[in-house]
């Protein structure tokens, strides 16, 4: 018997008390999924966790993102930045014209080349307000997962709509680029650890400066 | 290739966590160590508090962990069922699936999967299950080289030592000696430490940073394990800190995941209950900074090779047991650890497992059997507090399983002729339920009055020798222990 069949022998034997072969009606789980968190208001709340993993957060109406996103990162001392390739164009522009090095992941670039690119700029997919996390789903206004891990600055830009209460309401919006086979990367803050003395460090491998344009 | 002088990676300790004696003694040895138990005081009682903070926010706490035992409870009971659509999501998503019985053969798979590739050297994330089976030892035997990335357990693979703690490993270290085994052992191994290094954390990230960075970048294959595998989607979950399960999810071309197989669950929407569940129980924050979530293989992003092992050894046969089958919910937050008298005195290292704390205590035995001396006497490692079950976010009743396992030990002992025979017996019927226990501790008060002058109760005589023999208890003058704990602590879940 190969281990495949041996492991599914042992558990079948294993389960020999369980007599309902319909797992729904054997376990039923006392949990209604995908209902919001009541909150006095969604933004402030995002903001404010946000901000409690010391990342830089600023809120700015939609017209007004580009010109955010370049002084964000000037002020950030950033010099050159990656931009994904489906990055909205205004964005990209305003950086260029900021004086910033762009970099296009196409074709794509090497871990070493990555590495030595002060920062990546990106869209989100979705954000939860009651966490301070933003989940990126890698559509082209994201890039693959490397863009978002190598460079040591993320500027991450947030739309309003995209901010839902908390995790149930995220993972209900999540589920369909699930299933259609994208990766998910969930940030919340910046890199961190409490290895040492349990002291929190922000910042060991990823991106150590987390930046957030929230466009309302 | 096994002498020192040929070693890739710092060798580990010697001796096996199965010939390690039993928990009285190991817990002895750990108790003389004032640094070990100054450091883990600081740390479970940090984050107890900030567990209770991140709770205290989530007014239907009770409501999720009903539903997070509940959806782990529907999982195992049909597990075969799942693993087959498990394993039908992975292949579709272009993984590639192997199924490991015990240990030997899930290293044997990843060693060959490895030297398929035809490299040196690997990095991996923290990962129990590769823990469990001691792959970063059966790698270097076959002349590979595995790299910790998770920063306590680089601490721990080069200062040649074990893993304290679930969640946090190198738990039992304080920054100056982290600074001298970076010192030492990085030079040897890569990148450096910087010759002024300080023992600030933050500097000694820094370093950790720079050593592995250099790894990751050139790293072709990756090891890790997985918090959650969604049955439904065949996704697989990592939930971390640093970004170096990121770097390693995400930058080398071979991805190789070794995952037991109750960590399945059925659908991503599961995922809303345990998100939620596991940041604020393990770490005490709303959210761990990263979670990795990925589908096999995607064209262009991340590995273009994918493996998953499934491995069960043992677990079928805790599954087989219907009174201790509840211990395989276990999402490893390690809340348990961190609320545990025992623990908070003892340390991990004393559990002679990668397991350790209260859920080692009944997992252990269950996973490798009570045959050896470390295994027999784990059940016993504890007070049956129940401090454990009221943190536990999938509801595990880690006290009435510590009993059960009692008599488990006990009736195999009935077997066997010796003098231990009748002590065991008695004692697990003197532990075997709260009111025995007080009993039992009532009587140990009294001698505390009969015998004034001394400060440590130390061994007390039949019939509750087996668990004071570990425990040399400070005199209790007029309060029990349980109710010392609950005062003093203050906390509910
Ligand atoms: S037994 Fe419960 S509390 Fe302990 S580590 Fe497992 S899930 Fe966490």
């Not at chain 2, 937050?333 to 350790?356: K, T, W």
């Not at chain 2, 697990?428 to 505390?448: C, D, N, P, Y």
């Amino acid at each position: 018997m190969n281990a495949r069949e041996e492991i599914l022998n042992r558990v079948r034997g294993a389960l020999g008390d369980v007599v309902q072969p319909d797992s729904a009606v054997d376990v039923p789980i006392p949990w209604v999924y995908g209902r919001p968190t009541a909150m006095p208001d969604i933004l402030e709340r995002f903001v404010e966790m946000t901000v409690d993993y010391k990342a830089v957060v600023r809120r700015v109406p939609a017209a007004g993102v580009p010109a955010a996103v370049a002084e964000m990162l000037v002020a950030a001392g950033v010099g050159s930045a990656v931009l994904p390739v489906g990055l909205d164009e205004a964005w990209c522009a305003a950086i260029a014209a900021a004086g910033i090095t762009v970099h296009r992941d196409e074709p794509p670039l090497s871990n070493k080349e990555l590495n030595a690119i002060d920062a990546v700029v990106t869209a989100s997919a979705v954000s939860i307000a009651e966490t301070g996390t933003i989940v990126l789903d890698h559509a082209d206004n994201q890039g693959r997962r490397a863009l978002t891990l190598v460079p040591d600055t993320h500027l991450v830009v947030v739309r309003a709509d995209q901010v839902v209460s908390d995790v149930p309401e995220a993972v209900g919006r999540l589920a369909a680029a699930v299933t259609g086979g994208s990766p998910l990367t969930w940030i919340s803050g910046g890199s961190a650890t409490s290895d040492i003395e349990l002291i929190r460090v922000e910042g060991v491998h990823g991106p150590r400066t987390l930046l957030v344009v929230l466009a309302e | 290739m096994s002498s020192e002088a040929v070693r890739r990676t710092p060798a580990p300790p010697t001796g096996t966590y199965i010939g390690m004696p039993k928990f009285a003694k190991n817990a002895k040895v750990q108790l003389a160590d004032q640094q070990l138990r100054k450091n883990l005081r600081k740390a479970t009682g940090t984050i107890r508090a900030k567990r209770v903070d991140r709770v205290a926010e989530v007014p239907e706490w009770e409501e999720l962990r009903l539903a997070g035992e509940a959806i782990k409870n529907r999982t195992l009971r049909h597990l075969d069922t799942y693993l087959v659509q498990l394993e039908e999501s992975l292949v579709r998503n272009g993984a590639k699936v192997h199924w490991a019985r015990d240990a030997a053969e899930a290293n044997a798979i990843v060693v060959e999967l490895v030297k398929a590739k035809g490299v040196d050297e690997v990095v991996k994330v923290k990962s129990m299950a590769t823990q469990e089976i001691d792959l970063n030892e059966a790698l270097e035997e076959a002349g590979i080289a595995a790299w910790e990335t998770d920063l306590a357990e680089l601490i721990v693979q080069l200062g040649h030592d074990r893993p304290s703690h679930i969640l946090v490993p190198a738990i039992h270290r304080n920054r100056s000696e982290v600074r001298e085994i970076f010192l030492r052992e990085m030079k040897l191994y890569g990148t450096p430490a910087p010759t002024d290094l300080t023992d600030e954390p933050v500097v000694l990230a820094a370093a950790a940073r720079t050593h592995l960075r250099e790894k990751f970048l050139r790293a072709k294959v990756a090891i890790s394990g997985a918090n959650f595998a969604i049955a439904e989607t065949g996704t697989l979950v990592v939930v971390e800190s640093e970004g170096n399960g990121r770097m390693c999810l995400t930058l080398p071309d071979t991805l190789i995941s070794v995952v037991g197989i109750e960590k399945t669950l059925p659908t991503v929407a599961d995922l809303e209950v345990f998100m939620r569940l596991l940041p604020r129980s393990s770490t005490g924050e709303r959210m761990n900074p990263y979670t990795s979530m990925w589908n096999g293989v995607t064209p262009g992003d991340g590995p273009q090779e994918v493996h998953v092992v499934l491995i069960d050894n043992g677990r079928t046969k805790v599954l087989a047991d219907p009174d201790g089958r509840a211990a395989l919910r276990c999402i490893r937050c390690s809340a348990c650890l961190n609320i545990c008298p025992v623990y908070e005195r003892v340390g991990g290292h004393a559990y002679g497992s990668v397991y350790p704390g209260p859920i080692g205590a009944v997992l252990t035995p269950q996973l490798r059997g009570t045959t050896s001396d470390i295994d027999k006497s784990l059940p016993f490692a504890s007070t049956l507090c129940g401090a454990c079950f009221e943190v536990c976010p999938v509801r595990i009743p880690i006290p009435d399983m510590l009993v059960h396992m009692r008599h488990k030990v006990a009736d195999e002992k009935r077997h066997h002729v010796g003098v231990e025979q009748t002590a065991i017996a008695v004692a697990g019927w003197a532990l075997s339920s709260s009111k025995h226990f007080e009993l039992v501790q009532r009587v140990a008060m009294l001698a505390g009055r009969v015998l004034p002058g001394r400060t440590h109760l130390g061994p007390l005589p039949w019939p509750a020798a087996p668990w004071t023999n570990a425990r040399d208890l400070p005199m209790p003058p007029t309060e029990s222990f349980r109710a010392w704990w609950k005062r003093t602590r203050g906390e509910s879940a």
